[in-house]
């Protein structure tokens, strides 16, 4: 489009050529744009929702000997699930910026229900 005389999108013109994989712009969207903005308030909005799981688990769970609390996913599946239905992709969220402990890759419902999630 950028070639084409027959386009008026003014966008397509002050788009810059591709950057290259070592450039720190790469796979990011330009700066001050919607799409930018658009990601930002995703990234916020699951910090929210991390958050919010997080407290669900220290109100419903136990305090173990270590001090740590926890909860079954069984437990906290028919708890949460009221609230949102992405409790997994939450859970996994949760536990790559450290803040629960939880033995396997992926949790499924009536397969993984006694499985111990800890807030560390």
């Known amino acids: 489009q950028r070639k084409n005389p027959f386009s008026s999108d003014d966008r397509l013109a002050s788009k810059p050529a591709h950057t290259q994989r070592g ?6 969207p330009p700066e001050g744009s919607r799409t930018e903005q658009r990601g930002k ?3 916020s909005h699951v910090g929210k929702e991390v958050e ?11 305090v173990g000997e270590d001090g740590h ?32 402990h939880f033995e396997g ?13 800890t807030l560390l």
Request: hydrophobic share 40%; glycine share 10%.
């Open 105 to 117: 890759e992926m949790l499924w419902q009536g397969k993984d229900d006694d499985v111990v999630i």
């Open 52 to 62: 919010e799981l997080c407290l669900i688990i220290r109100s419903i769970g136990e």
């Open 23 to 28: 450039d720190p712009t790469y796979g990011r």
């Open 69 to 100: 609390v926890s909860v079954t996913f069984g437990q906290l599946f028919e708890t949460y699930v009221t609230i949102s239905n992405k409790v997994v992709g939450i859970l996994l969220r949760a536990r790559k910026h450290g803040l629960v």
């Open 41 to 43: 308030d995703a990234h």
